[in-house]
């Protein structure tokens, strides 16, 4: 099991992309959150096998048909066990 933190910059908000990226991870055996922040950027919290969070992060770096991404920073992050399911979380 693998996780990663992502903040994908461009037009990423009023776009759909949170539901579409929480559709997408659910898809993809992927558990974690994804939410706005206050400075326009989305995050996501991406955690599971490693090649599921490989196919949920290449879809993030292209987003739904309506958005933008112009850049993607990815950190790799120590998988917290209390994490199930995908969920859309509140903005930050």
Do not use: C, K
């Not at 922040?37 to 993030?60: F, H, I, N, S, Y």
């Not at 990815?74 to 859309?88: A, K, L, S, Y």
């Amino acid at each position: 099991m693998i996780a990663r933190r992502i903040v994908v910059h461009g037009r990423v908000q009023g776009v759909g992309f949170r539901y579409a990226t929480a559709e997408a991870a659910r898809d993809f055996g992927v558990a974690g959150w994804v939410r706005n922040r206050r400075d326009g950027t989305v995050e996501a919290w991406l955690q599971g096998p490693e090649d599921a969070v490989g196919r949920a992060l290449a879809w993030m770096r292209r987003g739904p048909p309506s958005a933008r991404v112009d850049r993607v920073e990815v950190d790799d992050v120590e998988p917290d066990i209390g994490i199930e399911g995908f969920r859309q979380a509140p903005t930050a």
